[in-house]
């Protein structure tokens, strides 16, 4: 990223600090690149990067720290503070 602007779509790398958020806004100057994704799965991360190498500006602001939500513990765990704040 160059001040807040995408240079390359991140792939999984595992040894970079980055990661997604299943969080995507496609305009129409980027929304055709939605057009003859490999999938299924659909990857819109292929449409992003086609839109990257096109010349397209591709914003990707930074949300900070994140929850790893996967089991049924993890959606209790994390979400046991907010419980306490129901009416009983």
């Known amino acids: 990223m160059r001040a807040g602007q995408v240079v390359r779509v991140l792939g999984g790398d595992p040894g970079s600090p980055l990661g997604g958020a299943p969080l995507w806004?496609?305009?129409?100057?980027?929304?055709?690149f939605l057009d003859d994704l490999p999938g299924p799965p659909y990857?819109?991360?292929?449409?992003?990067?086609?839109?990257?190498?096109?010349?397209l500006a591709i914003a990707a602001p930074e949300v900070g720290a994140t929850r790893d939500i996967?089991?049924?513990?993890?959606?209790?765990?994390e979400n046991f503070p907010y419980l306490?704040?129901?009416p009983s």
């Open 84 to 86: 306490r704040l129901l």
């Open 70 to 77: 996967t089991t049924p513990f993890d959606v209790l765990e």
């Open 43 to 55: 990857e819109l991360a292929v449409a992003l990067q086609r839109a990257v190498d096109a010349g």
């Open 25 to 32: 806004a496609f305009g129409p100057s980027a929304a055709v």
